[in-house]
């Protein structure tokens, strides 16, 4: 039995939640009554990417050491990326809640064993968790931290960026390489997204309690504190607009928009963000410029429909993606499996004949385990979101273990 999931996201919990350790733990249901069902002897959880997020630390902030960072420079106190990358991993994985999470797995590990069913961790990395791979100590500190067989293999060995499991003729990587916010080419050097996450969204709670006092309203602070589960990032603005109609004043609604604004324009100016401008033709750094500033000149309902909004959905295709994938080109893989959109889906390629048998194409997406929040499709007035947290798993089994049955995939919402 093939077990995929992805988009975890195990924070130091500096900016936003993690999510609660239950989740693990139904999990583990899950599995043991699936591996039990299909009579597996053998059970492979592949963590496709972003797992542990290295990103979304308000640690980055003490300085103006970044994940692109040349690993020349140094802060005040003589730490460099490599530094900051390992304390970041040490905070994430001493947190009591992370421990919790993983606690389960092992628990069920040692069930399986128990019931003579060997399993298997394997990791695979995306783009908040792509500096993982970089040094041998945060490689091993993740290793053991999942309980991944003999972690002291990763001092020599770097995780995975996609996999295939002829087995199950499935083929997987986390998708981030066809997000041009998120990738630029080097899966070992930082993206756009990086620059986002930790210059903008992690920077602007802060940036309003310090402006506000957090005294002055703590429900704002607590609710702009959830930005980065927004989806689509682009509707931010809208986010912000929405959560300062519930402040406490027009004085702070206005505040909090100035804040986000100056944040905006000093990201532009960022070297690192200024080096994607492409001169002569509208690029994506123009998108973000005219689609993440909170302007008078326009209304919500032009907002939605800026150059950003365009270019975001022009971003990647996953399914084309994942239809043209060498392996399925080639009838070598059945199953395409990304992670990274945070949109779980399952959806039908194409059929094929070959020499005894029949392929039923079909691209899945791992979806997330995180708060979702999204926008409401009525109501532009007020531009409200709905919360919910969710949770998606996909299983691959093997002949002998559902016979007809190729795959089951779970899906839940706690909202």
Not at 25 to 30: M, N
Not at 381 to 388: A, D, G, K, P
């Given at each position: 039995?093939?077990?995929?999931?992805?988009?975890?996201?195990?924070?130091?919990?500096?900016?936003?939640?993690?999510?609660?350790?239950?989740?693990?733990?139904?999990?583990?249901?899950?599995?043991?009554?699936?591996?039990?069902?299909a009579k597996a002897k053998e059970v492979e959880?592949?963590?496709?990417?972003?797992?542990?997020?290295?990103?979304?630390?308000?640690?980055?902030?003490?300085?103006?050491?970044?994940?692109?960072?040349?690993?020349?420079?140094?802060?005040?106190?003589?730490?460099?990326?490599?530094?900051?990358?390992?304390?970041?991993?040490?905070?994430?994985?001493?947190?009591?809640?992370?421990?919790?999470?993983?606690?389960?797995?092992?628990?069920?590990?040692?069930?399986?064993?128990?019931?003579?069913?060997?399993?298997?961790?394997?990791?695979?990395?995306?783009?908040?968790?792509?500096?993982?791979?970089?040094?041998?100590?945060?490689?091993?500190?993740?290793?053991?931290?999942?309980?991944?067989?003999?972690?002291?293999?990763?001092?020599?060995?770097?995780?995975?960026?996609?996999?295939?499991?002829?087995?199950?003729?499935?083929?997987?990587?986390?998708?981030?390489?066809?997000?041009?916010?998120?990738?630029?080419?080097?899966?070992?050097?930082?993206?756009?997204?990086?620059?986002?996450?930790?210059?903008?969204?992690?920077?602007?709670?802060?940036?309003?309690?310090?402006?506000?006092?957090?005294?002055?309203?703590?429900?704002?602070?607590?609710?702009?504190?959830?930005?980065?589960?927004?989806?689509?990032?682009?509707?931010?603005?809208?986010?912000?607009?929405?959560?300062?109609?519930?402040?406490?004043?027009?004085?702070?609604?206005k505040q909090v928009k100035e804040v986000w604004?100056?944040?905006?324009?000093?990201?532009?100016?960022?070297?690192?963000?200024?080096?994607?401008?492409?001169?002569?033709?509208?690029?994506?750094?123009?998108?973000?410029?005219?689609?993440?500033?909170?302007?008078?000149?326009?209304?919500?309902?032009?907002?939605?429909?800026?150059?950003?909004?365009?270019?975001?959905?022009?971003?990647?295709?996953?399914?084309?993606?994942?239809?043209?994938?060498?392996?399925?080109?080639?009838?070598?893989?059945?199953?395409?499996?990304?992670?990274?959109?945070?949109?779980?889906?399952?959806?039908?390629?194409?059929?094929?004949?070959?020499?005894?048998?029949?392929?039923?194409?079909?691209?899945?997406?791992?979806?997330?385990?995180?708060?979702?929040?999204?926008?409401?499709?009525?109501?532009?007035?007020?531009?409200?979101?709905?919360?919910?947290?969710?949770?998606?798993?996909?299983?691959?089994?093997?002949?002998?273990?559902?016979?007809?049955?190729?795959?089951?995939?779970?899906?839940?919402?706690?909202?």
């Open positions: 039995m093939l077990v995929i999931a992805s988009d975890i996201h195990l924070t130091d919990d500096s900016s936003g939640k993690t999510i609660n350790p239950g989740a693990f733990r139904k999990f583990a249901i899950y599995l043991k009554d699936m591996v039990q069902t959880i592949v963590l496709l990417g972003d797992i542990i997020d290295l990103i979304r630390s308000d640690y980055w902030l003490r300085s103006n050491i970044r994940p692109w960072s040349k690993s020349s420079d140094k802060d005040g106190e003589g730490q460099g990326i490599k530094d900051y990358t390992v304390k970041i991993l040490d905070k994430i994985s001493k947190k009591a809640d992370n421990k919790k999470s993983m606690t389960y797995i092992e628990e069920f590990r040692e069930e399986m064993k128990s019931e003579e069913v060997s399993t298997k961790i394997t990791y695979i990395v995306g783009n908040h968790d792509w500096l993982i791979n970089r040094y041998p100590e945060s490689r091993k500190k993740v290793a053991k931290f999942l309980g991944i067989h003999n972690p002291n293999q990763y001092k020599n060995k770097i995780f995975a960026t996609e996999g295939y499991w002829e087995d199950y003729r499935v083929f997987a990587r986390h998708g981030d390489i066809y997000d041009p916010f998120n990738f630029d080419g080097d899966r070992d050097a930082s993206s756009l997204g990086d620059a986002i996450v930790i210059d903008l969204i992690n920077r602007f709670p802060q940036a309003v309690e310090a402006a506000i006092g957090k005294a002055s309203d703590p429900d704002l602070i607590a609710e702009l504190r959830e930005i980065d589960n927004i989806r689509p990032l682009i509707d931010i603005p809208l986010w912000i607009h929405g959560a300062c109609r519930r402040a406490k004043s027009p004085e702070t609604e604004n100056s944040l905006v324009d000093a990201f532009l100016k960022n070297k690192f963000v200024k080096k994607h401008d492409k001169p002569w033709r509208m690029d994506v750094v123009d998108a973000l410029q005219l689609g993440l500033k909170i302007s008078k000149l326009f209304s919500l309902k032009d907002m939605v429909n800026l150059p950003l909004k365009k270019f975001y959905k022009k971003r990647g295709d996953y399914v084309s993606k994942a239809f043209h994938e060498e392996y399925v080109r080639r009838n070598m893989a059945e199953f395409v499996v990304y992670g990274h959109t945070h949109h779980h889906q399952v959806v039908p390629l194409d059929q094929v004949s070959v020499p005894g048998e029949i392929l039923q194409k079909t691209y899945f997406n791992t979806g997330t385990w995180r708060k979702v929040h999204q926008n409401t499709l009525f109501d532009e007035e007020n531009q409200e979101f709905l919360s919910r947290d969710v949770m998606t798993f996909i299983a691959f089994y093997l002949e002998e273990e559902r016979q007809d049955r190729r795959f089951e995939v779970w899906n839940g919402a706690l909202g």
